[in-house]
């Protein structure tokens, strides 16, 4: 079993439009996670990192939630553009700082 | 700022044939350099880490094989392709616990 699962899988959505990206983890001992944005074809970009004591954090339209008691984290895009169309890929280090990927979350953005 | 060059960006080699993919990175020195794998609308598997010149640990057993000759340089290579291995080849630098910055991509079809 994977141990950060990403949902949804996939999402359709209108220009203009909000919508929330989640992960959960069972990575332990925890260290950080991280949001990455990758267009299809290219490599992965990183959007946010967030430690234990971090709950929020912003990047523009993107903001990263983190409960590390529930192990839960999303990430909350703002008025979606096109230019959002990617995969969006949450990566959890343990203390050691092996990292783990999620499948990813395919967004698609629709005018 | 760091810089992650991989080439060829797109390849396709027909089943049997053997492989190098070259990946090169600039400003930074001693970074640990990771090969990953992204099947199609799959996560990324780590392939292959290495932390130093000559120092290659390999993450899954398969036909592929890595070496790291300079300290900026990591290859990924194969004797004999098989139609498994297409995907999209991802190198990626870290220095010690900081954000994993990857490069372009490489686009393999086996066929």
């Known amino acids: 079993k994977n141990q950060v699962e990403q949902s949804p899988q996939s999402l359709i959505i209108l220009e203009g439009k909000n919508c929330t990206l989640q992960c959960n983890y069972t990575v332990s001992p925890f260290s950080n996670l991280r949001w990455y944005k990758q267009d299809t074809g290219r490599g992965p970009v990183s959007l946010t990192i967030m430690t234990f004591s971090e709950n929020t954090k912003s990047n523009g339209r993107y903001t990263a939630t983190l409960d590390a008691d529930t192990k839960q984290s999303s990430l909350h895009i703002t008025a979606s553009q096109l230019s959002d169309s990617a995969s969006y890929i949450c990566v959890v280090s343990d203390f050691w700082n092996d990292m783990r990927f999620g499948a990813g979350t395919r967004l698609t953005v629709k005018p | 700022s760091q810089t992650i060059h991989q080439w060829p960006a797109t390849l396709v080699q027909p089943v049997g044939s053997p492989l190098s993919l070259e990946c090169t990175v600039e400003g930074t020195s001693n970074p640990n350099l990771y090969w990953y794998r992204q099947a199609a609308g799959r996560g990324l598997q780590l392939l292959f880490y290495?932390?130093?010149?000559?120092?290659i640990s390999s993450e899954v057993p398969q036909n592929l094989s890595a070496s790291r000759p300079q300290d900026r340089q990591f290859i990924l290579s194969s004797k004999k392709l098989l139609l498994s291995d297409s995907g999209f080849y991802l190198c990626?630098?870290?220095?010690?616990?900081?954000?994993?910055?990857f490069g372009p991509g490489t686009r393999l079809l086996v066929l």
């Open positions: 990626a630098q870290r220095q010690g616990s900081g954000t994993q910055y």
């Open positions: 290495s932390v130093g010149i000559g120092q």
